[in-house]
């Protein structure tokens, strides 16, 4: 995907304009249980991964506000801004963007919202009706840098969700 297609991903959206864009959410419970407990299975694999890799470091990902701030250092460690081939940024996409996801949900609330295609999965907020996209923030942060920042994007969320 183009830097120019990555820039016109929307961060939040309404579910309407979200269903315009992206095709309706599915609805059915039994999907979206399966959804739901694969996005867990993709954060956790995320942090294994990173643990992994930083074992030596101290870093604690566990869900929490706090720990938007060591995603933001790790993505400047290991990247430094350099492109990422497309095949490997859509792993880091679906994995980065389900723990940025989860640790929404975990902390503000929210429900995962599915459909066709995982980049556009959302977090759904019913009492304001918008939706917002983790997998698209994890895609702008990683193309776009540091102006992209993952923490300000969950302050905005909060601000937003406290206008509504």
């Known amino acids: 995907m183009e ?19 992206y095709g309706p959410a599915a609805r059915d419970e039994r999907h979206q249980l399966t959804f739901e407990r694969e996005m867990a299975e993709l954060g956790d694999k995320m942090i294994v991964e990173v643990m992994a890799l930083f074992d030596d470091q101290g870093i604690d990902l566990d869900y929490s506000e706090e720990s938007l701030v060591e995603l933001e250092a790790l993505i400047d460690e290991l990247w430094h801004g350099e492109p990422i081939e497309e095949e490997a940024l859509e ?26 295609d995982l980049e556009h999965a959302s977090i759904f907020f019913p009492r304001t009706g918008m939706e917002a996209f983790p997998m698209h923030k994890v895609r702008r942060r990683l193309v ?10 969950y302050e905005g969320l909060i601000e937003e969700l406290s206008r509504a």
């Open 3 to 21: 830097k120019k297609q990555v820039e016109k991903l929307p961060e939040f959206a309404s579910r309407h304009e979200a269903d315009a864009l």
């Open 144 to 153: 776009l840098g540091p102006q992209e920042s993952l923490v300000n994007y």
């Open 91 to 116: 792993a880091i996409v679906a994995n980065w963007g389900a723990y940025l996801g989860l640790t929404i949900q975990q902390n503000i609330g929210g429900e995962w919202t599915f459909r066709k």
